[in-house]
């Protein structure tokens, strides 16, 4: 199983990205996806999750109405598109995969994980 993160840059405060996550090896549609970041000095914290129907998402208080994740299931790929980022959104991304049903905020829970990228956030 691998899952493959890609999309990370570096972009001004305000501004957009869209990160994807390909996977491989698994029955994609059967996956719950989250996504994680991980800052500097600081402990890794869930982002966001969708659920493997695709019909459920949730967020991170700090980033609802910013961030939304979106699934392709023909494509094995799940996206996290990030407006209005702010500097305090720098941080490596991580997706995730759990063969849970519900949806997950727990990353002990997640079976599978991308290596991260890295997203930078600048004034």
């Known amino acids: 199983v691998q899952l493959q993160a890609s999309g990370g840059g570096s972009v001004q405060a305000g501004g957009s990205l869209r990160l994807s996550c390909a996977a491989s090896?698994?029955?994609?549609?059967?996956?719950?996806m989250g996504w994680f970041r991980q800052a500097p000095g600081k402990e890794r914290e869930f982002v966001g999750v969708i659920s493997a129907s695709g019909a459920t998402t949730y967020y991170h208080n700090a980033v609802k109405g910013r961030f939304t994740i979106s699934r392709d299931d023909a494509k094995n790929t799940v996206h996290l598109t990030m407006n209005s980022l702010k500097l305090e959104d720098t941080a490596v991304y991580y997706c995730a995969a759990t063969r849970n049903v519900n949806i997950v905020v727990a990353s002990r829970v997640y079976d599978y994980w991308g290596q991260g990228t890295l997203v930078t956030v600048s004034s």
């Open positions: 090896g698994v029955t994609f549609s059967s996956y719950t």
